[in-house]
């Protein structure tokens, strides 16, 4: 709050009562004081407390993801499927919070750091680098993390075992097909499930001797046309024996590109979606 009062050029009792939305400031000092807070990223401590002795009867589930993304997805709809379908039995509201666009992930936190009107919040595809998770935490809602966050091995976190999901599914094409020049269509290399991905699909090839190729690892995103342009550039640098691709649209959009080139899954190149049902909190 002080270094809030003393960037907006007020003191310390006028910034917190123009945080607080009183009408006894003016609106631009009220606005400078907003524009501070906003700058150094001030969250109020004191709504972290009070969420201890009270309750409002509310789940919020952030995703970082715009909306259009979040309900064209197959998995985040089961996500919400399953928060729905337990807050219901606990007669809880459920508030989803989604982001603005694919560059700013701040929105989709802000609003229910702002609004205080949740006992505790899920959040899910956060990035690695994902501050805003750390700014939950320390606001003093209590936080769920759907996906592997090794870095923060205090946060509680409810996610599927990707390191597995890459092993066995390139083992798969080794064992069973006999396939060693295998490429993966990666999911974004800033989420801690596609770098467990390619780690399983890196060791999988190591456990067989086979040399792991950079070249060999084309990154998109987790959408079938995030695959469809990937398996492009693969089919652009030369024809893989199989694909590893890190979901199943991903996998769907990589068979559109090779048909689109005359080609054929299996018979030309063989191709598997990235899944497992192993979870781990």
Not at 172 to 184: D, K, M, N, P, Q
Request: proline share 4%; aromatic share 4%.
């Amino acid at each position: 709050m002080r270094d809030v009062a003393r960037l907006a050029g007020v003191s310390v009792s006028t910034a917190s009562i123009a945080l607080a939305g009183s009408e006894r400031v003016s609106p631009s000092t009220k606005e400078a004081v907003l524009r501070a807070a906003a700058q150094l990223r001030y969250i109020p401590n004191s709504p972290g407390r009070a969420l201890r002795s009270s309750r409002v009867g509310a789940i919020a589930v952030v995703i970082p993801h715009t909306s259009h993304h979040v309900f064209t997805h197959p998995i985040f709809m089961d996500l919400l499927e399953g928060v729905t379908a337990v807050a219901d039995e606990l007669r809880l509201t459920t508030i989803l919070s989604t982001g603005l666009n694919a560059q700013d992930e701040a929105p989709a936190y802000l609003r229910i750091l702002q609004a205080r009107q949740a006992d505790g919040v899920i959040v899910a595809s956060a990035s690695v680098d994902d501050e805003n998770v750390d700014r939950l935490v320390a606001s003093g809602y209590p936080v769920t993390l759907v996906g592997r966050r090794p870095h923060r091995p205090n946060l509680h976190c409810v996610g599927i075992d990707d390191f597995n999901g890459g092993l066995r599914a390139t083992e798969h094409l080794i064992a069973v097909h006999g396939h060693r020049r295998i490429a993966h269509i990666a999911g974004p290399l800033a989420h801690q499930s596609a770098i467990d991905k390619v780690e399983g699909y890196r060791a999988a090839l190591g456990k067989a001797g086979i040399a792991y190729d950079e070249a060999m690892v084309i990154e998109s995103d987790y959408t079938q046309e995030g695959g469809y342009e990937a398996c492009a550039r693969l089919l652009d640098s030369g024809l893989p024996e199989a694909i590893v691709a890190a979901n199943d649209q991903m996998a769907f959009g990589a068979i559109e590109a090779m048909r689109d080139r005359g080609l054929d899954a299996p018979q030309d190149i063989a191709i598997v979606g990235t899944t497992t049902s192993d979870w781990r909190v």
